[in-house]
């Protein structure tokens, strides 16, 4: 089945950076737009960006375009978050699935969000 494993998260300071990366099994990676999401505590989880198949187009929530960029390599199955001038309003949980359409639509991805993993940023 789908496996989803995110890594890369830590306490840091505002303005600093982070490096999230996730390590996808149990599909056919380079068939699927990827995305990181975010949920903080008491909060819904929320799309923070989506790249595409072949990683040639990108798209950004707007409380991230400018600071976080997503890539993708598909000879290793994997999908990053570059995380800089981060903000205390960051902080969360942050996981990687499919696209929101694709993660709606089939339910192998639609239950396997994996653990996540905690980013907290401090003033």
């Known amino acids: 089945q789908v496996q989803l494993v995110e890594s890369g998260g830590g306490l840091v300071q505002a303005g600093g950076s982070l490096r999230l990366s996730c390590a996808a099994s149990?599909?056919?990676?380079?068939?699927?737009?990827m995305s990181w999401y975010r949920q903080a505590p008491g909060k819904e989880r929320e799309l923070v960006a989506t790249?595409?198949?072949?990683?040639?187009?990108?798209n950004y929530a707007d409380f991230v375009t400018g600071r976080f960029t997503i890539s993708r390599d598909n000879a290793k199955n994997a999908v990053y978050l570059q995380m800089n001038s981060l903000k205390p309003e960051d902080t969360a949980v942050y996981y990687c699935n499919a696209d929101p359409i694709i993660t709606a639509l089939m339910p192998r991805f639609r239950g396997s969000w994996g653990q996540g993993t905690q980013v907290t940023v401090s003033s």
């Open positions: 149990g599909f056919t990676f380079s068939n699927y737009a």
């Open positions: 790249i595409t198949r072949d990683g040639g187009s990108t």
